[in-house]
């Protein structure tokens, strides 16, 4: 089936006016012994037939409604307001497109607009652009401006913390572009040490892979008399309660915002927060919309400063993005202003206890230590390290409907017992205990 | 305004903020109290410990949100849609854009619990379902477009321009060719194509278009040489129109050495018509949120996977998904550019896709193409002479007519007249090798009966830009707004609410 809008007879009365015989007639442009192939595709199915299908593919997914996931590493498990979905998923919202004509396209360019406000707010920051596709590719377009801000610089430093496929998609942009990417350890005085005359720009990721959280003050400053940019990519969660990157002297800002109001998704479609400030605002990747008036003086909103994009700038665009994560932007401003200052505060501030009465019960499992057993500070993640590997740990509580974690070793080979372990505001009690309960019986039995 | 219009106005202070029909809501930021607020959280039922004093906010850097109530939450963005048009509430002939109609059923199965609170990294055996739709999607794109590998890692089409151009790239480097620096770009691309040039570490060659819209083919031969790392080539191209020689072109590309790629922006048109990999193409983008009625979003998110032949399949980025046995898995391809994104790719719209693609089957995609392309010629019939297309000859999904025909009204006046009507405008001032541009694609989802009542209203706003101009440069009036103003925007640059 198709959702065609014509009738046989429409398509009759179409062809006629055209002065065709049939439909193939205007196709005749394209190399005759390549026309029409038969395509090897499953045959057509209905609407019924097809969410029976999926259905028996959701079934296919482990777990159930039962299971317990404590797995984060940059995507993470929050509550999302019912509110989120149901205004996201208005037609007028989700079946539009960018806003070219501005003055039929308010609700989105005025959308965007309160994102920007609201985001700018959050991470304390003068502005912030309309989104990128992730947290990985905005990281990679904040180094790629940064070389561009930075005249006669050709090498970024990435701080040791930084999630690993960021890292992998940094190097993927950044290499044909002849920047180079150094590795710059995790301490204060080692980041600063890595930068020099070459370096365009630090990036640290607070709270880090691990979720451990840095003492950032002081790193902006001495940064800058290297003559290098701060980036700092953040959990937005985690920004409501701890001081903003604004606040913290960084020049670009970061942030994954799957946190706010997005699904997990099997890893799409998130949220690229981009933020900088206003000096540097004519290097900024991504569509930025702006606040004018209409020809009776009225407020109204428009897509603005587009002479750095590639629609107008062609090859010297400051990058090539076009479609972004619009809807996403909009269900993190609808999760933004259903919690207020008061609610996002809380939400950090359950994360925070949970993540650590987890950690502190974790930590008294027999053989089990987090953290390295440094008294290190976190937020809503930390490293289990457990007397099993991770696999065997993760297989044994998988009978018991709970995923522990996520195993280090797929992206640190040598670290089989480790796993990350992510907590949300969204695990009561109970179900802290028994992601407790399931580590201490697979433990205990092995050891037994 | 009339003067009755005018009288009967409620004054703004008692308006509530908002009435019907009245021009957008407020700032939430404006109608924020101290105190209001929306959703609760639960109470902490956990021990509680300090919070590290050391690492938080300062007084003097307060959290400033809007606090408001729920129902203030809902009706503003009620109101704000209110503000919006979409296909869901007008033909919308976004010309190179593809909005067709987006089924519903879409939306119900990304929503599944299953799919949408899938976290990408636990186990492979506890993601066979979603990996299993990742691999049909997989083996069906790649049957549409004929290629013999798909990734489907890239979150949009620009995105999946890059990751074509780093794979010819990555190809060149892996024969140790190092001379090659161009890419060929006709002067009909998207911009994304040469701005992609660029982020790809390549310089961008322009190839001119002959009198009929095609690639200058004398021009390209000249310009192919032991330089040249390939070709970006949109076909349809932009104007609408099939590349009548594009076997001579991709011949005369690989002869110098060079590969091609191809955007399939205007995949829309081809469907099961003919396949960009029996044309000489090596790698190739599809944009879900065009072809496959995934939501626009106002913007995104969209979904580029990438297809490529058995050259350079390898190099596609990773990770990408087999089946070995019973058993879907994710897998590096051996010579891998590397990643694009963090986890798989933008999965809601890849399922969103794969719904698409399931319920249409071999001959419902035929008839998107076949419907798409009827459309767009019947249109153009029917405007040929109020807004002749540039090439008069048979066009594909789309067709481009100069604006500049109406002395005293430009193609924006034009554009921003048809919004008066109740519909939204055609793309304007692109592609940038027809002057002043309008860029017009029905798609297969209108009807007949609509692009007869869109070809009529042309037809009235030719006629009143002869006769009242004044109503063209004055539109849009029935609009949220009136005509805003940009450069003001630019000069007294306001980029967030300022207290």
Same mark, same amino acid.
């Given at each position: 089936?198709?959702?065609? %809008? ?25 190399? &005759? ?51 989120? /979905? ?37 991470? %304390? ?16 377009? &904040? ?6 801000? =930075?005249?006669?610089?050709? /090498? ?15 190097? =993927? ?87 706010? %109001? ?30 004018? =008036? ?22 010297? &665009? ?19 202003? /259903? ?76 670290? =089989? ?20 309960? &399931? ?10 | ?156 089409? !620009? ?105 399939? !922006? ?122 002749? !297309? ?84 004055? !539109? ?24």
């Amino acid at each position: 089936m198709a959702y065609l %809008g014509n009738t046989d007879a429409d398509r009759r009365i179409m062809l006629e006016a055209l002065r065709l015989e049939r439909i193939e007639d205007l196709f005749a442009d394209i190399p &005759a012994a390549k026309r029409f192939p038969e395509l090897d595709l499953p045959p057509a199915m209905s609407e019924l037939e097809i969410l029976h299908e999926i259905d028996e593919l959701a079934a296919m997914n482990g777990g159930g409604p039962r299971l317990l996931s404590f797995v984060g590493a940059g995507a993470y498990q929050h509550y999302i307001p019912s509110i989120v /979905s149901f205004l996201s998923g208005r037609g007028e919202f989700a079946t539009a497109y960018t806003p070219y004509q501005a003055e039929a396209s308010q609700g989105t360019v005025q959308t965007i607009f309160e994102y920007q406000s609201m985001v700018a707010d959050l991470l %304390g920051m003068e502005v912030v652009n309309a989104s990128h596709y992730d947290g990985a590719t905005a990281v990679a377009e &904040a180094a790629i401006m940064a070389v561009r801000s =930075t005249r006669g610089r050709d /090498s970024v430093v990435l701080a040791e913390g930084l999630h690993p496929e960021y890292h992998e998609v940094a190097a =993927t942009y950044l290499r044909p572009q002849g920047v180079a990417i150094r590795a710059g350890g995790s301490a204060a005085d080692e980041l600063i040490n890595a930068v020099d005359e070459r370096t365009a720009c630090l990036i640290v990721q607070n709270p880090d892979f691990f979720g451990r959280l840095h003492d950032l003050s002081g790193l902006a400053d001495a940064v800058h008399e290297r003559g290098a940019l701060l980036v700092l990519h953040v959990d937005p969660i985690a920004t409501a309660i701890l001081a903003s990157p604004g606040s913290l002297g960084a020049d670009i800002v970061t942030g994954e915002g799957q946190s706010l %109001g997005i699904p997990v998704s099997y890893g799409g479609p998130y949220l690229g927060v981009f933020a900088t400030r206003r000096s540097l605002v004519r290097k900024m990747p991504g569509r930025l919309a702006g606040e004018t =008036t209409d020809a009776e003086g009225r407020r109204g909103f428009v897509l603005t400063l587009n002479t750095r994009e590639q629609h107008i700038r062609r090859e010297k &665009a400051t990058s090539n993005i076009c479609t972004n994560q619009g809807l996403m932007a909009l269900r993190a401003a609808i999760y933004l202003a /259903s919690l207020g200052p008061q609610g996002l505060r809380e939400v950090a501030t359950l994360c925070y206890q949970k993540a650590h009465y987890a950690a502190s019960r974790l930590a008294a499992v027999p053989g089990c230590t987090v953290n390295g057993g440094e008294d290190t500070p976190f937020f809503k993640e930390f490293v289990l390290s457990t007397p099993l590997t991770a696999d065997d740990l993760i297989a044994g509580c998988a009978q018991r409907d709970v995923i522990p974690g996520l195993a280090l070793s797929r992206y640190y080979p040598e670290r =089989t017992h480790d796993l990350l372990v992510a907590v949300t505001e969204q695990y009561s009690r109970a179900q802290i205990d028994a992601l407790v309960d &399931a580590v201490t019986a697979v433990t205990g039995d092995t050891q037994a | 305004m009339s003067d009755t219009k005018k009288e009967a106005a409620v004054p703004k202070r008692l308006a509530a903020n908002y009435s019907f029909g009245d021009p957008i809501p407020p700032l939430l930021y404006e109608i924020s109290r101290d105190g209001r607020r929306a959703v609760r959280l639960p109470d902490c039922d956990v021990p509680q410990i300090d919070l590290p004093s050391e690492l938080l906010r300062a007084d003097d850097d307060p959290l400033r949100l809007p606090e408001v109530s729920e129902q203030d939450v809902v009706r503003h963005f009620t109101r704000l849609s209110h503000a919006n048009m979409a296909i869901d509430t007008t033909f919308y002939p976004l010309g190179s854009c593809t909005m067709k109609y987006n089924p519903k059923v879409n939306e119900v199965a990304a929503s599944h619990p299953a799919f949408a609170n899938g976290h990408p990294l636990v186990r492979e055996e506890d993601a066979q379902g979603s990996l299993a739709i990742m691999y049909r999607l997989q083996r069906m794109l790649a049957e549409i477009s004929g290629f013999s590998a798909v990734s489907l890692q890239p979150a949009a089409g !620009a995105q999946g321009e890059l990751t074509g151009i780093l794979m010819i790239r990555a190809w060149h480097e892996s024969r140790r060719d190092e001379k090659r620096t161009k890419i060929l770009v006709p002067d009909s691309a998207h911009g994304t194509n040469p701005a992609t040039v660029t982020m790809a570490g390549y310089e961008t060659v322009e190839i001119p278009s002959d009198a009929e819209g095609n690639v200058d083919l004398d021009a390209l031969r000249a310009a192919c040489d032991e330089t040249v790392a390939g070709l970006m080539i949109t076909n349809p191209n932009t104007v609408g129109l099939f590349e009548t020689r594009i076997e001579e072109v991709t011949r005369a590309v690989h002869e110098c050495g060079g590969l091609v790629y191809g955007d399939g !922006a205007n995949l829309n048109a081809i469907l099961g018509v003919v396949r960009p990999g029996d044309l000489g193409i090596d790698v190739m983008h599809f944009n879900l949120h065009k072809t496959f009625s995934t939501p626009h979003g106002g913007g995104g998110p969209g979904a580029g996977p990438v297809a490529a032949n058995e050259t350079l399949a390898p190099f596609l980025p990773g990770p990408v998904v087999d089946l070995t046995g019973e058993r879907y898995g994710f897998r590096q391809p051996e010579q891998s550019i590397g990643r694009l994104k963090a986890f798989h790719g933008n999965f809601g719209m890849l399922l969103r896709a794969y719904v698409y693609i399931r319920m249409h089957g071999p001959d419902g995609l035929r008839a998107i193409s076949e419907n798409a392309v009827i459309n767009a010629n019947y249109l153009r019939k029917l405007t040929e002479k109020t807004f002749p !297309a540039k090439y008069d000859r048979i066009c594909m999904h789309e067709f481009v007519s100069p604006g500049n025909r109406y002395e005293g009204v430009t193609t924006m006046d034009i554009a921003k007249r048809l919004l008066d009507y109740g519909f939204h405008a055609p793309t304007v001032y692109f592609p940038l090798i027809v002057r002043d541009a309008l860029m017009v694609e029905p798609t297969e989802s209108e009807n007949r009966e609509t692009l007869e009542i869109f070809a009529e209203v042309l037809e009235r706003i030719v006629t009143e830009a002869k006769d009242r101009p004044d109503l063209l440069h004055d !539109a849009p009036v029935s609009t949220p707004v009136r005509r805003l103003d940009e450069v003001a925007a630019v000069k007294n640059l306001k980029l967030r609410y300022e207290r």
